[in-house]
């Protein structure tokens, strides 16, 4: 009898470990994915491809600083090409104990739009990635599985917590640097609908970086490419442009 309140112990021990480690393994990779140095800015040229092959642009010059590490943080996209969305604003205030706040500035309507909490998985500018996509979903929001292992990849399946627009999406998650390489999203049925990649990674001021990110709508047969340019992270930005304010008056010190 003792013997087996022995084993039931080591296995109860056990699972507890291995919760922890997914958890950590998820932490790890969300803080390399998102929160690289203190702040952060990139040149990002979106090419969104639909089924009929024929192609549109965007350029957007992304800011990014960190409040918490690993938790609060503020992004400001702004738009520079072409002219249908030149001077366009999207910014998010990412939130640990509530909802994200995000809004949508529009110059030709010279509108400030609040983006709801639950319009986070519509499509970002009517590109294949979402408003979530964007600032990245928080940890907090899904049920954590390490479902498999191999030299080179932990791979983690991620259930929500609450009803969203999938069942569940896999991560593959690289074990030298913990960047998500990987996620595929999956509906009700166990088929892959989207997948989102990361196609190529550079290091960058020390912090290993996704420079290439495709997002793919399978069912659709859309896709969309975003390549990053020109970041550079600790700039030391200041935390009061990343403000309603400053939606309509762009700050051009870190726009050029």
Do not use: C
């Not at 991620?158 to 998500?180: G, H, M, R, S, W």
């Amino acid at each position: 009898m003792k013997k087996i309140y022995l084993i039931l112990i080591l296995i109860l021990l056990g699972s507890v470990t291995f919760s922890a480690n997914v958890d950590e393994i998820v932490k790890k990779a969300y803080n390399a994915a998102y929160y690289a140095g203190d702040d952060g800015r990139s040149t990002v040229d979106m090419e969104i491809v639909d089924k009929n092959k024929r192609i549109r642009k965007r350029r957007i010059i992304m800011l990014r600083k960190d409040i918490t590490d690993g938790k609060e943080q503020m992004y400001y996209a702004y738009f520079k090409e072409p002219s249908d969305v030149k001077n366009m604003v999207f910014m998010v205030h990412k939130n640990t104990k509530k909802d994200d706040d995000r809004w949508l500035y529009l110059p030709a309507l010279d509108l400030v739009k609040r983006i709801a909490s639950n319009d986070k998985r519509s499509s970002f500018v009517g590109s294949d990635f979402t408003y979530e996509d964007i600032s990245g979903r928080s940890i907090e929001e899904d049920v954590h599985e390490l479902t498999g292992e191999d030299s080179s990849y932990y791979i983690i399946k991620n259930t929500p917590k609450n009803l969203e627009d999938f069942a569940y999406y896999v991560t593959y998650i690289d074990k030298k640097n913990y960047l998500p390489i990987k996620a595929e999203y999956y509906n009700s049925t166990g088929n892959i609908y989207r997948r989102i990649t990361a196609e190529k990674i550079e290091v960058i001021d020390g912090f290993p970086t996704i420079t290439i990110m495709k997002a793919d709508e399978i069912e659709k047969g859309t896709y969309t490419v975003n390549k990053f340019s020109d970041t550079v992270y600790n700039l030391g930005m200041e935390e009061n442009i990343f403000t309603e304010r400053y939606l309509r008056r762009p700050p051009r010190k870190w726009l050029r």
